[in-house]
Every structure is written in C-alpha cells, then in structure tokens.
C-alpha cells in the first residue's frame, strides 16, 4: 500500500518562506502526478500545484509567482516552496500521488497524505 507522509508545515510570518515536503513510500512502479492541496476551515479543498512525471506544473492563481512545486523521482518526494505566504494561505495542506504500485499484483493508486496544518500569522 503507497503511503504519503507530509512535514514541514507550522506558523510563519506573512512574508516569509515555508517548505513542505511529501515522501511517497511503497512498492511504487511509477508515479504520474504528485500535488498539493488546501483546505481551510468552511472551506472545500481545492488544489495549490500539481507537477507531472516529467516537469510540467499546474498552479492556482492565487499561489502563481509565489509558490513553487518541484519533485525528486529517486526519493519518490514533492515539494512545496511556499514564498511571501499571506493569512489566507492558512490551511490544512495535503498531499497527493498517483501512478502504479504493486502488492500481490499491478494496480493504480490515487493516495493521499494525512495533511499538514499551515498558519500564516504576524
């Protein structure tokens, strides 16, 4: 079974920087999209970044030119550098992978992480 442990969530200070990280472990084959999303609270969840295999990335336009996702395939990991945050970025932050995994055979997989709470507070 994939599982997604997140880190690096906490409080930081409008204006500055945060970094969340999401390692993926497992009997993975191959994983197509890694992402983040949000949920704060009333709120539904909605996505933050999700990047592809290769490098192609996708951003809500509420984080463009602040937010940058990146990934390292050899450590099945996804990044999540959050610059200039702003108090409407506080939320539950989670995780998300999908590809192929193996257990006693070949199967897709669409997992999530537990989630990482983000507050962003002078």
């Known amino acids: 079974q994939v599982q997604l442990v997140e880190s690096g969530g906490g409080l930081v200070q409008p204006g500055g920087s945060l970094r969340l990280s999401c390692a993926a472990s497992?009997?993975?084959?191959?994983?197509?999209?890694m992402g983040w999303y949000r949920q704060a609270p009333g709120k539904q969840r909605e996505l933050v970044a999700t990047i592809i295999s290769g490098s192609s990335t996708n951003y809500a336009d509420s984080v463009k030119g602040r937010f940058t996702i990146s990934r390292d395939n050899a450590k099945n990991t996804v990044y999540l550098q959050m610059n200039s945050p702003k108090p409407e970025d506080t939320a539950v932050y989670y995780c998300?992978?999908?590809?192929?995994?193996?257990?006693?055979?070949?199967?897709?997989?669409?997992?999530w992480g537990q989630g990482t709470q983000v507050t962003v507070s002078s």
């Open positions: 998300n992978a999908r590809g192929l995994a193996a257990r006693t055979s070949i199967y897709d997989f669409d997992a």
């Open positions: 497992g009997i993975i084959f191959r994983i197509n999209d």
